[in-house]
């Protein structure tokens, strides 16, 4: 098992961003790339673009709810469908609420150094959000996540060479800085 397996795992988030069904990754990352263009370049504003795809969403529902037996052989679920234990759309809000069940625990600092990781990680992304939007920034992270792993296993032995010898070069210069510095800094004794 190489080592981008073992980082992204298994399931459909890991065939996504290694591309092995290539119509789905790529119909993912032209959908991204075209919500961004419309956002970010045309300055489509958020909210009625949402509110635009809900409404067609929820007309093209209504339609094949009551017209699809013509057309299709499938039928839209019903909501009791939708409100089963198993539901996509029930696993999907049980995951949410397990994020703020586990936001609020970090917050009630029962954990200190997990409170103060968190801080510390929220300040970064402020920084970076001050300075870039974020929809930009989920852009970079797709398109990031889309391509690394792909091209890592594509050039892996020439990546782990090269990281081979900056770690080396980095022992170097370790080496090299605790011998001119840290030897000159005075140590206290020990009293026992």
Do not use: H
């Amino acid at each position: 098992m190489s080592l981008v397996d073992q980082i992204l795992g298994q399931g459909a988030v890991a065939d996504l961003c290694l591309w092995k069904d290539k119509k789905k990754s790529g119909i993912t990352l032209v959908m991204a790339t075209l919500f961004w263009f419309l956002l970010e370049i045309m300055e489509t504003q958020f909210v009625p673009l949402l509110c635009a795809i809900l409404l067609n969403l929820m007309i093209l529902l209504f339609l094949w709810a009551k017209f699809g037996q013509l057309l299709f052989t499938r039928k839209p679920p019903t909501p009791e469908e939708i409100k089963l234990p198993d539901s996509p759309l029930r696993a999907l809000f049980s995951k949410m609420e397990g994020l703020l069940l586990t936001l609020y625990e970090i917050a009630y600092g029962k954990d200190i150094k997990t409170f103060l990781w968190t801080i510390l990680y929220v300040a970064i992304f402020d920084t970076i959000g001050s300075f870039i939007n974020l929809l930009t920034i989920l852009y970079i992270c797709l398109v990031c996540s889309m391509t690394i792993p792909v091209l890592y296993m594509q050039f892996q032995e020439v990546i782990d060479g090269f990281i081979g010898k900056v770690s080396e070069e980095k022992n170097k210069l370790l080496e090299v800085f605790k011998s001119k510095v840290f030897t000159k800094i005075p140590r206290a004794i020990k009293v026992e």
